[in-house]
């Protein structure tokens, strides 16, 4: 999965997180995440949008928690079915 069409404003007025958060639940779904993808990994992620690791992980942790993505140890997050 790469972050295609993703722009993070500083001008917007959501916190950054929330932009990563509502871009990645949009994408998963209108189907162009599928179920089982592996999300790019914090650092990675942080990297290439130019964001904190910290705000990447707040917006994975968000998707963990409303059981979009799960996170398996040393592997990542991985993408849950979401039945549509």
Do not use: C, W
Not at 67 to 73: D, F, L, N
């Amino acid at each position: 999965m790469e972050f295609v069409g993703l722009f993070l404003s500083k001008e917007d007025k959501r916190p950054l997180y929330l932009q990563l958060y509502h871009f990645l639940v949009d994408e998963m779904r209108s189907g162009r995440v599928k179920a089982g993808e592996k999300l790019p990994g914090k650092r990675t992620a942080a990297t290439q949008l130019g964001i904190s690791v910290n705000t990447v992980d707040e917006a994975y942790q968000r998707l963990v928690d409303e059981g979009y993505v799960q996170a398996k140890p040393r592997s990542g997050f991985i993408t849950n079915d979401l039945g549509q």
